[in-house]
């Protein structure tokens, strides 16, 4: 017999000899930690595997929806029970993946939070640039919003990844392994000018962002940061200030602006298009253009 938690353990190794990133090792761990609650409170037995049944996972499933958790966060947890079944069927600690047996939620695909143009001047203001703080946030904000690179791309980026002659920004750790280049913008490159000038050579941390202590800054003090810089400035209570609000308005302005989708996908890093159809179907402009065309 194997235990649930030996075999959850044997699954996190497993994701960390295949290099799954930090986060996606540290959002299993979360959702299968979810998932054993669940079956301590089902009184299910852990200290055989083999012994879950599909109930266990259908009253998870459900017991979720009664209490009002979101379908998409369901879907997520659902997702990753699935494919730690499918692991533990494959290396045969299990003999079927009975969470393979329940259906995903229909969810129906929203786009969430963005800024106006007015909410993101009015953030982008808020740091005072004469501190270092202030200056390194007003960067960090500007790097979101002039380029819509993702949190866990931001908090990686070194020194040496931004190359001034290229003007450009060399995003290596990215969701789909895949690195990219992005162009400055002429705001984005003078501050950060301004800011490493400021930063100064720290012997420990090849980081871009750092702390006061000369440490990379953390994701959730970037986090952190936005959200103050969101309540100083008044907005955060007609929306969520946060680093992925920035990169949904990062992709509204572009496909606003003209954009092709094949640009934007390249300048976002997304695997396929299909993430940014949903932009293009309210923010494109292509059927305004089209709706008078052909009638007489």
């Not at 982008?124 to 501190?131: D, R, Y």
């Not at 702390?211 to 209570?237: N, P």
């Not at 997304?270 to 993430?275: G, L, M, R, Y």
Request: glycine share 4%.
């Amino acid at each position: 017999m194997i235990t649930y938690d030996n075999a959850v353990a044997k699954f996190l190794q497993h994701g960390e000899a295949k290099a799954l990133s930090e986060h996606t090792l540290w959002s299993y761990a979360k959702e299968l930690k979810c998932f054993r609650l669940s079956l301590v409170e089902q009184g299910a037995p852990l200290n055989d595997i083999e012994a879950i049944r599909y109930e266990h996972y259908e009253y998870f499933v459900t017991n979720m929806r009664k209490n009002n958790y979101a379908g998409s966060t369901i879907n997520q947890r659902l997702l990753t029970i699935k494919i730690f079944g499918n692991y533990c069927v494959k290396h045969r600690i299990l003999t079927a993946n009975h969470a393979s047996e329940i259906p995903q939620l229909k969810v129906r695909k929203r786009i969430g939070d963005s800024f106006s143009k007015s909410q993101l001047n009015q953030l982008l203001a808020t740091p005072n640039i004469s501190t270092f703080e202030g200056l390194r946030d007003i960067t960090i904000m500007t790097m979101f919003a002039d380029t819509g690179i993702r949190l866990s791309e931001l908090h990686a980026i070194n020194v040496q990844d931004v190359m001034f002659d290229d003007n450009s920004v060399f995003i290596q750790r990215t969701k789909n392994r895949q690195a990219r280049r992005i162009p400055l913008t002429k705001r984005l490159k003078t501050l950060l000018i301004a800011y490493i000038k400021v930063r100064g050579v720290v012997e420990d941390t090849d980081a871009l962002f750092v702390t006061m202590m000369d440490t990379r800054l953390a994701r959730g003090s970037i986090e952190y940061q936005i959200r103050r810089h969101g309540r100083d400035c008044g907005i955060i209570d007609d929306l969520k200030c946060a680093p992925h609000t920035f990169r949904r308005t990062f992709a509204k302005f572009k496909i606003k602006a003209g954009v092709d989708v094949f640009t934007l996908q390249a300048l976002m890093g997304h695997s396929d298009i299909s993430e940014l159809r949903n932009y293009v179907a309210i923010y494109s402009t292509d059927l305004d253009d089209a709706i008078e065309k052909g009638i007489d």
